[in-house]
């Protein structure tokens, strides 16, 4: 269409999900907050174009909406950090790799996923009591939850059948928080529950409520 700015563009990006966001989305990480950041930011509208050309040629672009996987920590703003926050482009290759995984086995167990946290720097990382090594710091992870309601049990199960049959093939992490939380890493095959331990991951016990 002429007239049709790359701006113009990249803001449509924000309008890309008509589903609600849940009310587990942290104070100031929602869509409008997202389209504010690119209206002041210069250098953001370039870095999520560019971020955006990467995801198109690896066929992972619509997996989850880019206003998604930019969000940082829940817990940004008690550490003071940036609530959005594109991952150098060293990293990006990593992410592709998760996003593959979503696209081919997390969505056809559960459905459409929205991405609560995805790169974080190291400060806001250890503020916001991610590990040291956490796969978030080098973007391979996504914290996710379902974008409809869904029985946690049924989620959990699902989630973990397809893990169990693909999940080393990828090299992918699966943990579990509270409620419908989950995360997914493609660092390595590995699985946890609630207290980080992988004895109580609800994979390894079959205990999923």
């Not at 167990?109 to 978030?136: D, F, P, T």
């Not at 080393?168 to 419908?180: A, H, K, P, R, V």
Request: glycine share 10%; net charge positive; with cysteine.
């Amino acid at each position: 269409m002429r007239g049709f700015s790359p701006i113009a563009a990249l803001l449509a990006l924000g309008f890309a999900s008509s589903a609600a966001v849940p009310q587990t989305v942290a104070e100031g990480q929602a869509r409008a907050d997202y389209l504010a950041w690119l209206a002041r930011e210069p250098a953001a509208r370039a870095q999520v174009l560019s971020f955006k050309t990467f995801l198109q040629m690896k066929d992972v672009e619509n997996v989850v909406p880019i206003w998604q996987l930019v969000r940082t920590a829940s817990k940004w703003r008690d550490c003071s950090g940036p609530r959005f926050e594109v991952a150098p482009v060293a990293e990006w290759q990593n992410i592709s790799e998760t996003l593959g995984y979503v696209k081919n086995h997390v969505r056809p167990v559960i459905g459409e996923v929205q991405a609560m946290s995805g790169y974080r720097n190291a400060e806001l990382n250890q503020c916001s009591g991610g590990a040291k090594a956490s796969a978030h710091r080098h973007f391979y992870a996504l914290d996710l939850v379902p974008e409809k309601p869904l029985d946690r049990a049924a989620m959990i199960r699902s989630l973990c059948a397809i893990h169990n049959f693909r999940g080393q093939d990828y090299g992918i992490g699966l943990g579990f928080y509270n409620g419908n939380r989950f995360h997914v890493d493609s660092k390595g095959f590995r699985r946890w529950g609630p207290d980080g331990k992988g004895s109580t991951s609800p994979c390894v016990t079959g205990a999923y409520g």
